[in-house]
């Protein structure tokens, strides 16, 4: 029987993007909720939730972009030269935000501009990340074996609507993961924000959907003609069940439902959004197939995977159960 290892590695660096969204969308989220809490006390309770797992959550990330430039280096050579602005301004944002990590709880002062780093890093690294997807579901111009457009193609109405998207959407990962961790007037903050949020969320989504099936022909086909309609009208069914159970959960002071469910909704989307890419990494001109690394290379490539990905998966699940809890006023991580 033929391996179809172009398959098997899409299904990998899939898992990866879709753990790093999962995992450090509630910590950009945390970032892009700090200017709406005030108080010092409030601001440490906030970002001691996060400290010990943000690094780790962002190990998913560097997965998902070394495994796309070892093991699809077409794809890589045509999205990066196509995404750099936004890419770079990502990298750079969640640069900064690491290093406010450690300088906030050093550097105290009415005016602290490590605030102001924090919040700012976590808000531009979600927005780029919005970018950088809906230039990619926009499409990219591909002549031969390059990109074939300009340094600015990335920016459109539709790339900043998804940037401005994927922002809400981490908040509203953040919110429900303050409600799971945290205690007191943060929590109350947080419930406050998270029901807005969600519906902020839910518009977006409709938004973006219906605009996402005029982009291209095989967009709208892959949405409305059987049977492929049977597997996509699944999603809007799941969407729907996924924000019921945020609001189930808010309502009935349960605080780890609103954040599953929430975990849920974005799982849910990405499967609805690969369901449309598939099999595109390049939409709407290279598939996964033509964008892969010899049959040979990805074989090789996923011997080290079976003992990387196991080994990530146990030392993120161990931090979780250690910093497992809540985090109260008096915590701190730092020390």
């Keep these: 029987m033929m391996i179809d290892f172009p398959l098997i590695w899409a299904g990998l660096i899939a898992f990866a993007l879709l753990a790093y969204v999962v995992l450090d969308g509630f910590d950009l989220g945390v970032g892009i909720l700090f200017p709406f809490v005030k108080g010092q ?53 969640l640069v900064f935000r690491g290093v406010a990590f450690e300088f906030r709880f050093k550097v105290r002062g009415k005016s602290n501009f490590w605030d102001l780093a924090f919040a700012g890093g976590s808000t531009v690294a979600a927005f780029a990340q919005g970018m950088v997807l809906g230039g990619i579901v926009e499409g990219i111009a591909v002549q031969g074996r390059s990109y074939a457009g300009g340094a600015w193609d990335w920016f459109s109405p539709f790339a900043v609507l998804t940037g401005l998207a994927l922002v809400v959407g981490y908040a509203l990962l953040g919110a429900t993961w303050l409600i799971l961790k945290t205690e007191g007037e943060v929590q109350q903050h947080a419930k406050r924000y998270a029901p807005r949020l969600l519906i902020l969320v839910l ?15 095989y967009y709208l086909q892959r949405w409305l003609v059987w ?33 599953l469910a ?18 595109y ?46 985090v109260g006023d008096s915590h701190g991580y730092h020390g």
Excluded at 49 to 69: C, M, Y
């Design 41 to 93: 006390d409030n601001r440490d309770q906030m970002m001691n939730s996060v400290a010990p797992v943000w690094d780790g959550n962002e190990t998913w990330l560097v997965l998902a972009g070394g495994g796309l430039f070892a093991v699809f280096p077409l794809a890589y050579s045509i999205i990066m030269p196509a995404l750099y602005i936004p890419i770079f301004l990502m990298l750079l944002a």
């Design 203 to 217: 518009a977006a989504m409709v938004v973006l959907s219906v605009w996402t099936a005029t982009l291209h022909e």
């Design 227 to 259: 049977p492929d309609r049977l597997y996509t009208l699944i999603v809007p069914v799941l969407v729907l069940a996924c924000a019921f159970a945020v609001f189930d959960g808010l309502k009935r002071n349960r605080p780890g439902k609103p954040y």
């Design 262 to 279: 929430a975990v849920g909704l974005f799982v849910v989307s990405y499967i609805g959004l690969a369901m449309s890419l598939f099999p």
């Design 281 to 326: 990494l390049v939409p709407p001109s290279v598939t996964l197939w033509e964008a892969a690394a010899p049959d040979k290379s990805l074989q090789f490539l996923l011997v080290g995977s079976v003992v990387l990905i196991p080994t990530i998966l146990a030392y993120t699940a161990y931090s979780y159960w250690v910093f497992r809890g809540k």
